[in-house]
């Protein structure tokens, strides 16, 4: 099997498929792409805290300089929406960052970026793919043309942290002086968003906030099971609200004072319900992904607000923000971006969001989502992950593929949606979605209703649905 790119570029096990020759090859393959519309110019290469993303990553920044281009390199570990800043203020023709996000810690990563800073599009990533077998057949060669050349080191962390101060009322923060609890991960958002919120009066708690290639033994994921360390601080210190980035720092996870971690879903309806009350000269809707809750839409009407929906994956909504037609856009699995930023989710720009939202609400995360229910209905929204035997997965398929019952577990489909998987509206505005995965035997079953209690009973149909 050859090297492939996901949603989030080539995800691999290091000293397995991820090698340090095969860096090479992927980036011999990228830049022989780039070559295609015009050789040379500025590139931008960052890494995580990941076993060996720092030698990775040096060695790519070096192919790229000898390929012949202006090859920047991060003198540190950085976030992934940096990466994006660097890449459109040095405007460069595209950047690398080397991480493999909140997967596990024996994966590393090559997420590649185009010159706009977003995730590059599939129509990139498999001129990636196919030039890559090229290289590989000997039907496709690439010279260096400056051998020796050497990566320039930059360090964009202020840069970074001075544009986050267009976007987020900093002086709304400080005046309240909140207490928070911070955990990075292990990752790369620790010394950003712990030092922002320190430099605007916050006094800020943090765990976690240390180098560890192993990140604990676990995923680098904010999920409520990996941030019971800070839950218990939030709780302990009697904090305002604890905030947390997953290992690239793309990606968020909140604890509300009470302790209650709160989903990415309905952080996404308050951050919307707040830019439309305290960005009123904004114009735009909000996206998408056909995998994330619907009470955006109904936040959105209540605004006056157009929905665009969107397959999954960010760079999808990435397109929409280029084109200036969102305020906001996010995904369930804690991916948020707004107008004026770059293409790419940032979840220390969504954690200063919150922050501000807090500090002028004055109001918890939960007593805001009492009052958004009040107004717009209750809705919650999970997933699940199903494993299929090869005799499921091939009935599954052929059941997905044919028209959709009449009613699924006593509910009535009005509605199917086939953007990506496949989504099955009812009649009481309640759904379920079943995505099969590309890379390994499981199908994502989603589902949204307006109680937890029937929440439950629809995951429950949704797998009886998958394996009768």
Not at 388 to 414: C, H, Y
Request: proline share 4%; hydrophobic share 40%.
């Amino acid at each position: 099997m050859g090297i492939t790119f996901g949603t989030s570029g080539w995800r691999a096990i290091i000293a397995d498929e991820f090698t340090l020759d095969n860096v090479r090859l992927v980036t011999r393959a990228i830049a022989s792409v780039l070559n295609e519309s015009g050789s040379g110019g500025a590139f931008i290469v960052g890494y995580d805290t990941r076993f060996l993303s720092e030698r990775f990553a040096a060695v790519c920044a070096e192919e790229l300089a000898e390929l012949g281009f202006e090859s920047y390199l991060t003198t540190r570990e950085t976030p992934t929406p940096t990466i994006s800043y660097a890449i459109r203020t040095k405007k460069a023709r595209g950047g690398i960052n080397f991480t493999a996000s909140h997967n596990p810690p024996q994966y590393n990563g090559m997420k590649l970026s185009t010159a706009d800073g977003a995730p590059a599009l599939p129509e990139t990533t498999k001129a990636v793919e196919q030039r890559i077998a090229e290289l590989q057949a000997g039907t496709a060669r690439i010279e260096k043309t400056t051998p020796g050349a050497k990566a320039i080191e930059f360090n964009p962390l202020e840069d970074y942290l001075t544009d986050l101060a267009t976007k987020i009322d900093f002086d709304k923060i400080a005046k309240a002086g909140l207490k928070l609890a911070y955990d990075p991960l292990w990752g790369t958002g620790r010394g950003y968003l712990d030092e922002v919120l320190r430099r605007n009066n916050c006094e800020v708690q943090t765990v976690h906030d240390f180098r560890d290639v192993l990140f604990g033994g676990y995923s680098p994921e904010p999920s409520e099971r990996n941030l019971a360390e800070m839950r218990q601080l939030v709780l302990d210190r009697k904090l305002a609200l604890g905030v947390a980035t997953d290992g690239d720092a793309d990606r968020f996870g909140f604890i509300d004072r009470d302790g209650t971690f709160v989903s990415a879903n309905h952080l996404l309806a308050l951050v919307l319900d707040y830019l439309c009350e305290s960005r009123p000269g904004w114009a735009g809707g909000v996206a998408r992904s056909v995998a994330t809750t619907h009470l955006l839409d109904k936040v959105a009407a209540r605004h006056g607000r157009e929905v665009f929906e969107t397959p999954v994956g960010f760079k999808f909504i990435g397109e929409l923000i280029n084109a200036d037609k969102i305020i906001l856009g996010g995904e369930e699995s804690a991916g948020l971006t707004i107008k004026g930023h770059f293409p790419e989710k940032d979840g220390i720009l969504a954690c200063l969001l919150v922050v501000e939202m807090v500090a002028a609400r004055g109001a918890s995360l939960g007593e805001m989502i009492e009052e958004l229910f009040r107004k717009d209905g209750a809705l919650y929204c999970e997933r699940v992950g199903i494993k299929l035997t090869p005799e499921v997965k091939d009935r599954l398929q052929k059941r997905l593929s044919d028209d959709a019952p009449a009613s699924i577990g006593g509910r009535r489909v009005t509605e199917v949606n086939r953007m990506d998987g496949v989504k099955y509206i009812f009649d009481d505005g309640t759904w379920m979605l079943l995505r099969m995965s590309g890379t390994e035997p499981v199908v994502r079953c989603y589902a949204e209703t307006h109680t937890k209690k029937d929440l439950e009973v629809l995951l429950e149909t949704s797998t009886k649905f998958v394996l009768s």
